[in-house]
């Protein structure tokens, strides 16, 4: 019961919060109780707490990628709610695929989530070489896990996935990056091994993240100059 007030709260549109608080106000000014206590020490709540003052900008409009590697797409004008990230591509600034590693942890089944990864990066004019057979290394309890990120960076691949990864290695993994300068992106079990749909969805999201640390583009704000 306590979750589902709790959300109905969090879901609250910016007008109706505002709103609540000037119903608040005026029950506190109303009690029997509260009020009279909060005029003896000379306390109150106005009915409109919150004033802003100044200009609205003009509207702005935001440009994303196609498939010529313009951008030329409009993605989003004001009030036109979420972003539609199906559509998304990034401007290509690597001729040459990018060399992809995997890492994970024992135990998880990762093979379609890679599948649809690829697939949706693909899509978004990001590609891959991956070689399951030669780029791909499972973790296991007695792996150093430090010293297989560092067989990557031997390598010279450009990103690691670490997939199924628990909270203890999330640290090392970002430590890691910092000290040999391998780009990673961790992606926790349950994200991992999620049903077809929503898998899709968060291979999505996923492929957009690794092409900006990668360095791609997906959107840039209209007439401006770069």
Known sequence: QRNRDFNNIAKRSPQQKVEDVTKFSQWVSRDRVVGPFLREWNVEFPNAPLEVMGRELEPFTILAANAENRFTNVLQQRYKGE???RNIKHCKIQELPYKLGVLYREGCNHNDFIQDFLLVCKNM????NYNPAE??????RGTNLSNELKAFVAENYDIVLCMGINNNDYGP????CVETGLLTQCIQRKNVQAEKSKRMSIATKVGIQVGAKLGLESWRLANFDF
């Open 173 to 176: 993994i970002k430590s890691c």
């Open 125 to 128: 004019n990001l590609f891959f």
């Open 135 to 140: 780029d791909c290394f499972e973790l296991n």
């Open 83 to 85: 972003w539609d990230c």
